[in-house]
């Protein structure tokens, strides 16, 4: 217990670091560092309001983070969550297309479990190509991620568009309103009830199976968990599957809840958040919910920095990037403050 | 034909250099993900620069000041703070992509793009067709000779290849390993700001947000197709950059039939096939073996 406290103090003081770091940035770019810091608190959970719209955008996020945790945990470096999450969302709208003027209670799941199939499969080939050939998933998921990217430009200009759409974005025919799962504001019980079922079903498997507990292993020692008679190569396409599938369903949330349509180049910093959150949760499923309420509040305080502080969004990309900087950083000087008064080391 | 060479040349170029700073930091022991944000840097400080200084030569030491910094600081995050390579490359990258966005913005006002009124000298009409390329681009060959001798002739580089290899053994004959890592990161960090400027001041005289479009993962993956060897690499970043332009050219013969956002998905997708085919000739790489290490903390 003391341990993943010390674990939790020390995410939450890079955390910090990275917050001051890029306050003294936007100091020097020429911004009131103090009004924007106000202004990302105040977006985030202070205002009115505000803790819903975070909490719309957390949900998504962690329903990709526990994903990603689950490779990471298993020892694969999966950061195609991004690609993963496009492919599903594709997946679920041409589905929409296919079920059109079915029922809703059985076109939902249908929908759902489409976009979970279309994110698994976006991880199966960089997952049989790291484990048949020993190709770096590193470099396959990631340029996974820009294939998905054009992918997405293309089914919304073309096969999907909307011919009525207009403006620069092509974005995809909307989704009939029977089949939403939530209304623009994007917190709804529906979306709640999934993200909880994700959770718990994730946190027992994780913590209460020999799959996870395998899994685990073998992020840690492969070669052992072979000579204990599990199969690797089953642990870890598992694990990317799962870890695909759950990105999927995030994007099909994102497609069936509050954009009701998808756009080309929609949330492009979804992924990336995603794994920061698994990574600040040190891959806990318990800690990435509590993590993903933090980065949905960044999220929901990027739409309204323009507004508060005159700073641009990307000012959150940034702080984003500064906190994936130190996030695995581990400094002899913040270890020896933690120990204070602690065990030895 | 000498257009098509032409064309392979200016998206090869940049990528080039960006890639053999992938190379040095690669034998260093170090897998740099922040390529793609080093390069983005380079390629907005050197516009930036050439607005502010009317001097391609003060923008392009500008650009190389700034990459060199960036990478003293992920030398920093990953040496002295033990962070995770892969993890703190990506958040470079997105510094880069970010404070590049964020400094047009508040530089230049609310613009997506920034147009400098010139670039990199071209060759001139002294070199027939091929005169409307840059000089980085002619030096290129030169760059890629010397880093070839660096890394495999000089005693330097002999060391580095051995604190990647085997740290404890390279101290043990009285190298510094943490040193090394920053000696080769910085060279990275020139390398890069240079195939930034090239990127945006060799053919274009434009930065827009978001220009690299993954060409330092591209280059990234270079280093790892061509066995992080300087030549090798080259060779197969110049791959990359003729798929690349085979897919313009398909654009333009087959545009109405192919959807061209697919045919710019080819360069990826020979990415993929590079990675997958130097892990089928030398077996897999090791990038994120030791990942699960960061839960036994």
Redo the contacts between chains.
Sequence with gaps: MKDSLTTVVRSLIFVAFALILCALVFQFAGYNALTMLWAVADGAFLRSGAIEQSLRWALPLFITAVGVGISFRAGFFNIGAQGQFYVGAICAAFAAEAFKGGPAFLVIPALLISGMLGGALWALWPGLLRLRSGTDEVITTLMGNFMAGLLLVYVTSGPLKDPSGSGQQASSRPLDAAYRISDSLGLSPTIIAIAAAVGILMWLLVNRTAFGVLASLAGRNGTMVEWQGARLWKLGLSSFLISGALAGLAGTIEFMGPNGRIASGFLPAHGFTAILIALVANLSVLGTAAAAVFFGGLASAALYLPIMAGLPAAAIDIINAAIALFITARSKLVDRVLRFGGRPS | MNEIIIAILRSGTPLIYVTLAGVIAQRAGV?N?GLEGLMIIGACATIVGIMLTNSILAAILIAIVICVLASI?LWF?IDR????P???G??????G???T???V??IFG?QASVTAPFGIPKLGPAFGAYGVLSISVAAMPFVVFGMWVLLRRTRFGLRLAACGEHPFAARSVGANPSRMRLVALSIGGVLCAIGGAELAAGSLQFFAQGMT??RG?MA??AV?FGASHPVGATFAALFFAVVGALGIRAQLMFGDKI?H??L??LP??A??FG??LS??LR???????S???????
């Excluded at chain 2, 077996?283 to 073996?289: F, P």
């Design positions: 897998w993900l600081l995050v703070l033990k962070a995770n892969i993890i703190a990506l958040g470079l990258t997105g510094l992509i970010g404070g966005a964020l400094a913005q508040s609310s479009a993954g993962f990234f993956a790892i959807p956002d697919l710019q998905a990826y997708l990415t993929v990675v997958w892990g089928k077996g897999g790489t090791k990038a994120a073996s990942f699960a290490e960061l839960k036994d903390q």
